[in-house]
């Protein structure tokens, strides 16, 4: 059993909102900035995209957005998750056992594949086998719960020292050394002996030609950080759930095995899933001046806290239809955002949403086609090697965090 993070005594005195239209009032309001206060991001990842607001936030979100353009998305898929998916097959077919059946846990095979694109993205050399993959998830998990340490369940000062540890890491086995490389790129184009195709069109580059003067390398590295986290953990805590939810419901309605691998089909089951799951369990916002929301009619004087529960609001069955608490892959009702919250809205809604949900882009004969997203790709190639949940392994959920999220999902594999 997950635990209940309404508990959490990081919300214990805030608001709690569960209406998905004055959640999505808040989220692009002006009178609303992200919380501040919170330990692990002052200590972890100052200056980083998320914990910025106003002028500042839009500028920087600006600069990474080119990040994010189409061609750059099939980019990465190309280039780093589906040569990561390859190995980590090959990999898994020299386990079988007698019966040509491959036992492995779905949630350390999401959490290596989860960073395929991120280390691409952000700028970090090193990661692509599965050593440096590993030792880069290792990193990345203790950063990613000293910086949400109020979620976190137990010692707190533990946790944030392994998480500066883990910082400290990365900057020596994989950070410096992707700067600098970098550094010296742009320094060979500068003098004219390189052409600027050859510097990578990642963060690092990106952020090493447009810091201002009064960021450094401690603001890349901050950025860099979260970028990893933001995308790694998401992605590795949201898949396996989507597996569950998906087979679970193969069980009731047998007649659409043959759909499992179906591209079409997968991204829209992704989609619907993407509802029951939040990235953090409630988003927190805190009102910076008295104001009244319209969506509701309630008043908030400043300084007033805000938890937002993206779940409750993902179910209303005005927007997603009668059974809106049923995981239905056929959903028809709120086809125009399908996954409702779970991406969150405003301006610092997920930047990297494509990269999941994928998107519609013109063939070159006039039609259309779509680029699917991570969880879409990895899904694909698991339920073609025939993947199943383990019925002799049960699977487990956390207790040291208030994040919905597995420690352990036993699979097999049978046509590997
Ligand atoms: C299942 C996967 C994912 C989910 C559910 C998710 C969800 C979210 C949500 C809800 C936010 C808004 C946070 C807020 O308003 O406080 C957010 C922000 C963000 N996401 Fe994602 N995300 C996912 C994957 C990714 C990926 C793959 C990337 C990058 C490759 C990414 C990068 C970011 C960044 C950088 C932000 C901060 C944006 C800002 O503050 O302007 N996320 N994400």
Partial sequence: MALDPVRSPL??????????????????????????????????????L??????????????????????????????????????????????????GVVRTDLVPLTWRMAQAIPAVLAGIDGAGDAAGAATLTTYVKDIAAAVTIGWQVGDHEEILRRGLEARAALRRDFFDSSVAR????????????????????????????????????????????????????????AFPHFIVRLLDWMADHPEYRPELVNQDFIQRAVNESLRFFVASP??????????????????????????????????????????????????????????????????????GRTVITGFPRRTADGGSAHVYGTMTTLALHLFEAGLEIDPDSPPRLTSSTFYDEYVSLPVTLTAL
Wanted: proline share 5%; hydrophobic share 40%; net charge neutral.
């Fill in 182 to 237: 970098r550094r010296n790129l742009l320094a060979e184009v500068r003098a004219g002996r390189r052409a600027a195709g050859d510097v990578p069109r990642d963060l690092i580059s990106l952020l090493l030609q447009n810091l201002r003067p009064d960021e450094d390398a401690g603001t890349i590295l901050a950025e860099t950080m979260m970028f990893l986290m933001a995308s790694i953990t998401t992605t590795a805590g």
């Fill in 282 to 351: 409630a988003r927190l916002r805190e009102a910076r001046e008295d104001c009244l929301l319209a969506s509701t009619g309630r008043r908030v004087t400043a300084g007033a806290k805000f938890a937002l529960w993206f779940v409750p609001a993902n179910m209303e069955a005005a927007t997603f239809g009668p059974d809106a608490l049923e995981f239905n892959p056929l959903r028809e009702d709120g086809r125009n955002r399908p996954w409702g919250l779970a991406f969150g809205a405003g301006p610092h809604s997920c930047i």
């Fill in 11 to 48: 919300v214990s005195g805030m608001v709690h909102v569960t209406d998905s239209a004055e959640i999505e009032e808040i989220l692009k309001s002006s009178s609303f900035i992200q919380v501040a206060s919170r330990v692990g991001h002052s200590q972890l990842i100052p200056g980083a």
């Fill in 50 to 99: 998320s914990t910025l607001d106003g002028l500042e936030h839009s500028q920087r979100r600006r600069i990474e957005s080119k990040l994010f353009r189409p061609d750059r998305i099939e980019y990465y898929r190309q280039a780093a998750l589906l040569p990561s998916m390859a190995a980590a097959m090959d990999e898994l077919r020299s386990l079988k056992d007698a019966s």
